[in-house]
């Protein structure tokens, strides 16, 4: 009787933790997309941005998420890194990366691109977030050089951080028009859409890594 006893206390001091804990591990999974204008909706109608797309993707597939877009228009990754610590105060799970194309115009020193990057990431890792890199080529016209070393930024960071990879961001979309924008440098609505089937598989299986999650859909954008 007496034991009995012991193992109703024991059980009504643990049932509390036992709550939290299930409480914590079925809440949604945040992911925020912290970008530059591709995936911030250039353009497009309310509810054609890259993060809302994919959203709408992984509620179709069974994943319950929260989805953040914190995209600027222009910015480089010097701009992300320097608007990174309003982009924490979201304690986001997983992070789309998506920044580099506005340095490459720039003709950004591929090391200072690098360096901001690696930040960035450092930044989001150490408060406990999954990365998940969205890379960039450079145009041509930059030169070989330029070309080369500005190529290899995405592979090298994420291969030091030990990041899943998209290699390209505008991958079959950039150069087909019926994809594009008339300035040829931002997806429209099907471009977005093309691009969300691309990384969508990429995604899914960094959340299938994940812990389990539980109800609740919102979706809410960075005002510009």
Known sequence: MFASKIYRVILFLALPLVMLASSAAARPLQILVFGDSLSSGFELQEGQDFATVLKHKLLADGHDVIVWNDSGPGDTTADG????????????????????????LDQVDPKVTYQNLDAIISKFEAQGARVLLAGMFSLPKNGPYYVVGFNNIFPNVARAHHLPLYPFFLQGVYGHPALMLSDNKHPNAL?????????????????NSMAPHGTATLIRHRAH
């Not at 471009?191 to 959340?207: K, Q």
Request: proline share 5%; aromatic share 0%; net charge negative.
């Open 81 to 104: 890194l320097a608007r990174i610590d309003m982009a924490l105060e979201r304690h986001p799970d997983l992070v789309i990366l998506e920044l580099g194309a506005n340095d490459m």
């Open 191 to 207: 471009g977005v859409a093309r691009v969300v089937a691309g990384i969508a598989p990429l995604v899914e299986h960094v959340l």
